[in-house]
């Protein structure tokens, strides 16, 4: 399909244009003077959305407003239904992200359970987004926060004992003693071989009920299965079974019980006004709150019938597990909501149904759902006015010319000169952003902080002007871990490469305390300001655990290959081949020579000196 040129269309002509629209599903398009797509929508007829914006100009709420006083072009999309303008209309907007279109944020806040269906023994993973390139593996979620998914995790492997250990089966079954967790009682010991796979499809099959909250339907299974272990005398697997229907019945009681066991929604709440808002999603499974869920949006987006309609979409078209239902609030219903139970329903699956509940418990949790929407935003908008003006006190004690909304710091961590790495962490608007963190290895004789810094940021720096979009934007403010020569080697990489960001070190005291921040001649207290001492502690802190964590994997990294590499005919390459297909050194030790010389870039006599290493080294051991 040809790409649409827009123009800059004056009000008449845009009008006419509006006017000549069809009467039919599809999908509308709003162009900015200079190109940019403004907002994407939806409609069952074309015609008469689009032009009830430029009719009712005056008549609507201030963002709208605004939207419609910038609109310089507009372009449609007609399709076959409204099913499909629905889908057309959520991939628009995760393609464009228009300004006044709600914008989900980054998956990567709203991580998901992934459940390997794809491995012969699956085992559950924390996974940042789902892969659409594997249909076969299993996800739950999403979660609302990345803690939320490590204990539903380590809850399941608890009380369905699968392994978290690194062994691939059903190649290591037999192969070693097993470990610490199985002879605790804690993992069901597949490396032993004591379980079958039909046991343990069995034990996935109870994984899959437990994360749809189906506690009721497990714990009949678990009681049918003890009932038969008691009658056959095996009285300790009828013990196990007996705590973990004990265990089910306690998480269950522990959550907050709102209606019948039956009762399995999404309810939806929403707060907006001129500043921005928030839409709250309650998840009630088994007549139980299990997860509360916050989605911000800022002082341009819109909040209508129609984009909450799109963020539907975002969050559950193809989600693995289903609520039965969703409960939302009046105003944030409209035609746009009926074609939604069609393009959610899963195939084979019940159709999801939405309602508007008037009365009762569902009022009662439509309620809740937005007082935690508006408790949300408030407390968000508190936090973000703390934050500025902590950049305020900043910026007027460093006499910066901007407020520094980016800033990012600089450290330097080593063991010896082996392992040395530049962490550089980022921080916008007071908080950290993690996803633009990075990391630079670096190699030299001896340990220098000077002259590593000057090396890591003149590479930052490069690849910023060579236009990598990782890179940029430049900071407002360097923050350097450190004192007036760490200074002076940043501020020498940014005259190399003819740049001016200002730039500061964070001095410690004796008591490994920020005490002031220097700019190489004159030294800054920050000891008369708590928020900002705090502020700068912070990054100090947070630069130093990022700069410690990046060189640990480094030196742990060269310490596996130094011990492949003492083998004949292994080098370094070789070293992190084998570390890369096998995991860990003790997976190559176990390893038997045709499963080595299988290996990418392993030759068959690599594959001999590899094993008559390690089992030359133990028939020694046993000869000693």
Known sequence: MKEYVPQILKYEDLLEKVKSLPALPGVYLYYGEKGNILYVGKSRNLKNRVLSYFQNRGKHNAKTERLVRSICDLQTIVTSSEAEALILENEKIKLH???????????????????????????????????????????????????????????????????????????????????????LGKCVGVCTGSITPEEYEERIRQVILFFRHDHKKIVSLLTEEMEKAAENMEFERAGELRDKIRALQALSGNRQVVRDLHFDADVFGAFADELGGCINVLSVREGSVVDSTNFHFGADEIISPESFAALLVSLYRGREMMPREFLIPKELWGEETDVLSQVLTRPGEAKLRLRIPERGEGRGLLQMAEDNAKAAALHRRAQFEKDEKVLVSLATLLSLEVLPERIESIDISNSGASAISAGIIAIEKGRFLKKAYKSFSIEREAPDDPACMYEAISRRLRRYLDGDASFSPLPDLFLVDGAAAQVAAVKRALSDAALSVPVFGMVKDAFHKTRCLTDGEHDISIAHDAALFQFIYGIQEEVHRFSLSRMDVRRRKSVKTSSLTAIAGIGEKKASLLLKQLGSVKAVRGATREELAALKGISERDAACIYDYYHKKENEDEAI
């Open 97 to 183: 992200q228009p300004k006044y279109n709600i914008r989900l944020k980054d998956d990567k806040d709203y991580p998901y359970i992934r459940l390997s269906l794809s491995e012969a023994y699956p085992r559950l993973s924390f996974a940042r987004r789902r892969d659409p390139r594997n249909t076969k593996d299993r996800y739950f979620g999403p979660f609302s926060s990345s803690g939320a998914v490590r204990s539903a995790i380590d809850t399941a492997n608890k009380l369905f004992l699968l392994p978290t250990c690194k062994k691939q089966f059903p190649r290591d079954i037999g192969k070693g003693r097993p470990c610490l967790y199985h002879y």
